[in-house]
């Protein structure tokens, strides 16, 4: 899908074209936290999943880490890829598609 040019306006689409039962693989906090209030499934390319407990704190430590980035700090980013971070995000993806399909009435 193609959206129009502007701030947020996949973000958009992606909010309004997803329904309960979902799952989106983003590490998007901002989306996240709007796909978490819509009941979606969302994990991050690492294999954490978001819920409404957490989704808090992470928007919290994403805006707390913009500032001092703001503020001239040098903060780094997430470490590399591993082995063992595919592996996990395989059978988080793996769990939560077998779940989604459970609970829609699937085998």
Not at 5 to 20: H, N, P
Not at 75 to 94: M, V
């Amino acid at each position: 899908m193609r959206v129009t040019e502007g701030a947020d306006v996949a973000d958009d689409y992606i909010v309004e074209a997803s329904t309960l039962g979902d799952l989106c693989v983003t590490a998007d906090i901002p989306l996240v936290s709007r796909l978490v209030d819509q009941g979606l499934i969302v994990i991050d390319p690492r294999g954490d999943v978001y819920s409404a407990e957490s989704i808090g704190e992470r928007l919290s430590i994403r805006d707390f880490m913009a500032d001092l980035r703001g503020a001239g700090v040098q903060t780094g980013g997430p470490p590399a890829f591993s082995p063992q971070a595919k592996q996990r995000f395989a059978s988080t993806l793996d769990r939560e598609l077998t779940r989604a399909v459970r609970s829609a009435g699937g085998t």
